[in-house]
């Protein structure tokens, strides 16, 4: 167990819904990043926060968004919703601010029908 | 494209041999590491290696890193079923905003 809760586990919605995913960090971590993985794409880095804060951007589109709290747990919306943005989600989170070990949760399935 | 490349894309072995999986890159990172995947699971770290090493030991894992030609390998002794998985590098580049970036994996097989 890598001490990474995200949830739902599994999510299955239609095009043009809006949905939010639910991660929260290691204990002692300040730093949340958000990731999607799909055969063709493989694994990318959609964004980071840090302590609150937007640190990195990645390939997120701006039909997503994500917040962190103030209790650290952070939660990806996903509007618009397309067939294409079925994919596994994973949340991951570190220690500091820099790109240093990260552990994964055990992610997200969101199906688009 | 993707800063880490692993090569193979998939490796097929008889449990007991060496699996030996490679990983290259295109610019100055600051350190590189190596992620395991389950099917459908998170990712799970490996090991890491800073860009002043060359060979990092981990149990049954040997990581080398060569900056001058930009590519790392790992090393899996006396592989086992339960090793099969997906296997991810990834580089942290140089840079002040530098973000962590994973190659497109290497699916590992091993037949018991």
Same mark, same amino acid.
């Given at each position: 167990d890598?001490?990474?809760?995200?949830?739902?586990?599994?999510?299955?919605?239609?095009?043009?819904? #809006?949905?939010?995913?639910?991660?929260?960090?290691? =204990?002692?971590?300040?730093?949340?990043?958000?990731?999607?993985?799909?055969?063709?794409?493989?694994?990318?880095?959609?964004?980071?926060?840090?302590?609150?804060?937007? #640190?990195?951007?990645?390939?997120?589109l701006?039909?997503?968004? &994500?917040?962190?709290f103030?209790?650290?747990h952070?939660?990806?919306?996903? =509007?618009?919703?397309?067939? @294409?943005?079925? &994919?596994?989600?994973?949340?991951? =989170? =570190?220690? @500091?601010? #820099?790109?240093?070990?990260?552990?994964? @949760? &055990?992610?997200?399935?969101?199906?688009?029908? | 494209s993707?800063?880490?490349?692993?090569?193979?894309?998939?490796?097929?072995?008889?449990?007991?041999? !060496?699996?030996?999986? !490679?990983?290259?890159?295109? %610019?100055?990172?600051? !350190?590189?590491?190596?992620?395991?995947?389950?099917?459908?699971?998170g990712?799970v770290?490996?090991?890491?290696?800073?860009? !002043?090493?060359?060979e990092?030991?981990?149990?049954?894992?040997?990581?080398?890193?060569?900056?001058?030609?930009?590519?790392?390998?790992?090393?899996?002794?006396?592989?086992?079923?339960?090793?099969?998985?997906?296997?991810?590098?990834?580089?942290?580049?140089?840079?002040?905003?530098?973000?962590? %970036?994973?190659?497109?994996?290497? %699916?590992?097989?091993?037949?018991?």
């Amino acid at each position: 167990d890598s001490g990474v809760t995200q949830t739902p586990k599994h999510l299955i919605t239609a095009t043009g819904q #809006r949905v939010t995913l639910r991660c929260s960090p290691r =204990s002692g971590d300040l730093s949340v990043y958000w990731y999607q993985q799909s055969l063709d794409q493989g694994l990318q880095f959609l964004i980071q926060y840090y302590n609150g804060e937007e #640190r990195a951007k990645g390939n997120i589109l701006e039909r997503f968004s &994500a917040q962190q709290f103030p209790d650290l747990h952070s939660e990806l919306n996903l =509007s618009s919703l397309e067939l @294409g943005d079925s &994919a596994l989600y994973f949340c991951a =989170s =570190s220690v @500091g601010a #820099r790109q240093n070990i990260q552990y994964f @949760g &055990a992610g997200t399935r969101l199906s688009v029908l | 494209s993707q800063q880490g490349e692993e090569d193979p894309q998939a490796l097929s072995i008889q449990e007991g041999e !060496n699996a030996t999986m !490679n990983c290259s890159y295109k %610019t100055s990172i600051n !350190n590189l590491q190596w992620y395991r995947q389950n099917s459908g699971r998170g990712l799970v770290h490996l090991i890491l290696i800073r860009s !002043n090493e060359r060979e990092k030991h981990s149990g049954r894992l040997r990581v080398t890193l060569d900056t001058s030609k930009k590519s790392s390998s790992l090393l899996i002794t006396a592989s086992r079923a339960a090793d099969t998985a997906s296997y991810f590098c990834a580089t942290d580049a140089t840079g002040a905003n530098s973000k962590l %970036t994973f190659g497109k994996g290497i %699916t590992l097989s091993v037949r018991p």
